[in-house]
Structure formats: C-alpha cells, structure tokens
C-alpha cells in the first residue's frame, strides 16, 4: 500500500512538471506556513530543504523534499513540497544544462534514486 501511495505521488509530481510554468513552483506563504504544526522530524526535514534550496544546494534540498514525500503528511503539506521539488528541479536542470557541477550530480543521483525504486 505504502508502494502504491509512492508511486501516486510521483505520478502527481510529474504530471505537474510536465504541465507547469516556473512561476506555477513559486512559494507561497501558505506553502510556506503548511509545516507549522508539523512533526518535529518533518519541520526539520522542511526547514532544511528550504534553506538548501535557497543556497542552490540542490542534492541537499532534493535529499529533504524527497524525504517528506515517504512520511505521513496533509493534502496542503503534499502540495507545498511538491510545489518546492517542481521548482528546484526546474533551476536543477536548467543549472546542469548550463554546466553547473553540482546541479548535474544532483540530478544524476535523482535519476540513480528514483531508477532504484522501480
């Protein structure tokens, strides 16, 4: 079931990569405040990719949206972070296009994770 519920959300993720512009991943304060409430591992999770995130340190930022993906989280929680992996993917690629290091081994190794779990 657990697999299944995975495998729904990565359907969902694409689905809005294929389908949306950059300005569909930008943040807003109600994204921002959907961890709020949230589980203490969780928030951390969050607050981590968001600082990440804003320091283009993509794997990082990925490593920690990806992780709240597996966890026990609200329909609002499950939108922000999609919204937040739909935006760092598309700087990430766009990044790795441009010859940026870091954002290559960043996508070869979502490609590596997301490879292993089929």
Known sequence: MKLLKCGFYLICFCLLLIGCSDKAYSLS????????????????????????DKADDYLAASTNYRSILIKEITPEQLVSVQTALGG??????????????????AVD???ETSGSRR
């Open 88 to 105: 760092l993917n598309i700087r990430m690629n766009e990044a790795a296009a441009k010859g940026n290091a870091a954002a290559q081994k």
């Open 109 to 111: 190794s979502v490609k």
């Open 29 to 52: 304060k109600k994204d921002l405040a959907a961890f709020k409430d949230a589980s203490p591992e969780i928030k951390q999770a969050w607050e981590q990719g968001l600082k990440a």
